[in-house]
């Protein structure tokens, strides 16, 4: 099993505040995905990264594939309560970090 | 489209006791899988199928089962239920490429 490890696990800032997750594994993945996850519901697809050194943009969200595509990492410009979730990263083939749960607060 | 749609959406079982997760996806993915998720963590596999007919498991199967007998349906069976299966199940479907989930179902085993 190849294993994806999420950083930090927990994450409590204000709103407006800038942040960093992280997604690091040793093993080399074809892509990785991101998703969110809002209490009560699955987890939906923020994005997927294909190549190394990729970095894609979703509004505020910055989504980069390290060179060697073993890591990744979000960051989220200006932080707004509605960002709050779990924020999965997914290797492709299967594997699943264990989330960063994100509370962003008024 | 209703996506994937699961059900029950909450259930509690008695030690010992049986049920099955329904599960069922309209897009005509190829995939689909099983997961489970316990409190404040990511997912974890139990099952997946690649087409009707064809099912493998995943990390953690011990307990359950599946059967693909169309693309559309994709049950899963808990025989005699046990406390280590208090988690909320999700479906999910996928071309592959991105995973489209269920909403969930939420089991206690008291």
């Known amino acids: 099993t190849q294993l994806l490890e999420q950083s930090p696990q927990f994450l409590s800032i204000q709103e407006g505040e800038n942040l960093t997750v992280y997604c690091n594994s040793s093993?080399?993945?074809?892509?990785l995905q991101w998703y969110r996850q809002e209490p009560g519901e699955g987890p939906v697809l923020l994005v997927t990264v294909v190549t190394g050194g990729e970095v894609k943009k979703l509004k505020r969200l910055t989504f980069q594939f390290g060179d060697a595509r073993k890591d990744s990492s979000l960051h989220i410009t200006a932080a707004q309560p509605g960002d709050t979730g779990l924020y999965l990263c997914?290797?492709?083939?299967?594997?699943w970090g264990a989330g960063t749960k994100l509370i962003i607060k008024p | 489209n209703a996506g994937v749609t699961q059900t029950p959406k909450f259930r509690i079982l008695k030690i010992g006791q049986s049920m099955t997760l329904q599960c069922a996806q309209d897009m005509n993915h190829n995939y689909m899988y099983w997961y489970r998720q316990d409190p404040g963590m990511g997912l974890k596999l139990i099952y997946y199928?690649?087409?009707?007919?064809?099912?493998d498991k995943g990390e953690v199967p011990n307990g359950y089962n599946v059967s693909r007998s169309t693309t559309e349906y994709f049950p899963l069976r808990l025989e005699l239920a046990a406390p280590s299966q208090t988690s909320v199940y999700f479906c999910?479907?996928?071309?592959?490429?991105?995973?489209?989930f269920g909403p969930g179902t939420r089991l206690t085993v008291l």
């Open positions: 997914a290797g492709v083939p299967q594997s």
């Open positions: 093993s080399v993945f074809s892509s």
């Open positions: 999910a479907s996928s071309y592959p490429g991105e995973q489209f």
């Open positions: 199928s690649v087409g009707a007919g064809i099912t």
